[in-house]
Structures are given as structure tokens and as C-alpha cells.
């Protein structure tokens, strides 16, 4: 979009001219930009810069600083934004799109697929012992009791951990409830795997 002047105009038409063109001239950045900013962030150690950049409520980022004052979790989650970037997708809870060459495109498919989407990698994440990302896929309010650290030591400390996950991969492959609220994958019993919907996404709320 071109933005452009008057050719003859006073001082103060001219001003509030580049404001206006300035203002309509605003780009808003797209998932890319905001993922290598983020990273870029996280490279140079701005960690401030790096925490507005993601869904974190105010009263969560400090526990974000703390965990990537460390320098090795800083280079893990930088690989894995970098790996994840080739197959950038935006996603809601019915909505999907996909980078291609041609641009931004939506990705046709089911209600379900999201939910079921969100639990795969959580479940992915906790038996490859990748942390940081089970911890950045829990509801907010669990992502406020938790960090990385204390998730893992809760995983190994819990005996029927290993049996909870394994009941929820079977689950993902089932049926699932889709609500206003979120999502459940029932485990019968009157028990499922439950899922909270915020900001448009998915989170994992209660494994039963």
C-alpha cells in the first residue's frame, strides 16, 4: 500500500498528514515475524522483549524469566522455534492456516482435529522429556502452579504417570466432545482428558 502526501499544504496540515499516513501505514506483524523476533529475543538475551512477545499473562512472566535466565534453555527453545518455522501454521479451535509459497492458506478440516492436534503434542512432548513445550501446551491456570522444572519432577515422581498417558493416547484417538468452553476425550467412567479453550487455542487441563 502506498502512502502519500499533499503536495502543497501547510506545516500543520502536513504534520497531521504523516500522522494519519503513518498511522494507516501500520503493519501488523504476521506468525513468522513474531516467531523470529521471538527468537531473536531470546538469542540476544532480552528476555523482557522476549515475554511480550508471547500469550503470557503479566503475573506468569516471571516465571518465563527465570526459566530462560538459564542459557541452555534459551538454545533448546531457540532450536525448536528455528525447526518449528518451515511448518508454521496458525490455528484456533476451528480455524487452521498453513504457510505455503503462495502465502497464507486455510487448512480444511474437522472441529475435532485442534483438540486432538494440542493433546498429540503435549503427549509427544512428555515422553520425549521435552519440558518446555508440555509446560507452554497447560491451561494458564496450571502454567501459573507449574514450571518446566516442577512438571518434570512431578511426572517422575508420580507412579500412575506413565499409565495416565498412555490411557490419554488411546483417548486422542477416539472421541471428542468439542464445546464452547474446550474440549474432553472421554476415558469412560465418567473420567476424560479435558482441555480448556483460551485465546482461541486449546490447552491441556486435567489428563482425567
Not at 28 to 50: F, K
Not at 97 to 112: A, D, F, T, Y
Not at 172 to 179: C, F, L, M, P, S
Not at 190 to 203: D, I, K, P, S, W
Amino acid at each position: 500500500m502506498r502512502c502519500m502526501l499533499p503536495l502543497r499544504s501547510s506545516p500543520l496540515t502536513v504534520g497531521l498528514a504523516l500522522v494519519s499516513s503513518l498511522v494507516g501505514c501500520v503493519h501488523a506483524p504476521g506468525p513468522r515475524e513474531v516467531a523470529t523476533a521471538y527468537v531473536r529475543a531470546l538469542e540476544e538475551n532480552r528476555l523482557e522483549a522476549a515475554s511480550t512477545l508471547t500469550s503470557l499473562r503479566p503475573e506468569e512472566r516471571a516465571t518465563f524469566l527465570a526459566h530462560y535466565a538459564d542459557a541452555q534453555a534459551r538454545r533448546t527453545r531457540i532450536a525448536q522455534v528455528r525447526a518449528a518455522l518451515p511448518a508454521l501454521r496458525a490455528q484456533g479451535p476451528s480455524l487452521s492456516l498453513i504457510e505455503s509459497k503462495e502465502g497464507w492458506r486455510v487448512v480444511e478440516e474437522s472441529p475435532q482435529d485442534a483438540p486432538r492436534a494440542c493433546l498429540t503434542r503435549f503427549l509427544d512432548a512428555t515422553e520425549a522429556a521435552d519440558w518446555e513445550t508440555a509446560w507452554s501446551l497447560l491451561s494458564s491456570s496450571l502454567r501459573a502452579r507449574y514450571t518446566p522444572e516442577r512438571l518434570r519432577e512431578d511426572f517422575q515422581r508420580e507412579p500412575l504417570a506413565a499409565e495416565r498417558v498412555r490411557r490419554a493416547r488411546l483417548a486422542v484417538k477416539g472421541a471428542v466432545e468439542v464445546t464452547e468452553a474446550g474440549a474432553a476425550f472421554p476415558l469412560g467412567e465418567q473420567r476424560a482428558v479435558r482441555l480448556a479453550r483460551e485465546a482461541g487455542e486449546y490447552r491441556v487441563e486435567a489428563l482425567e
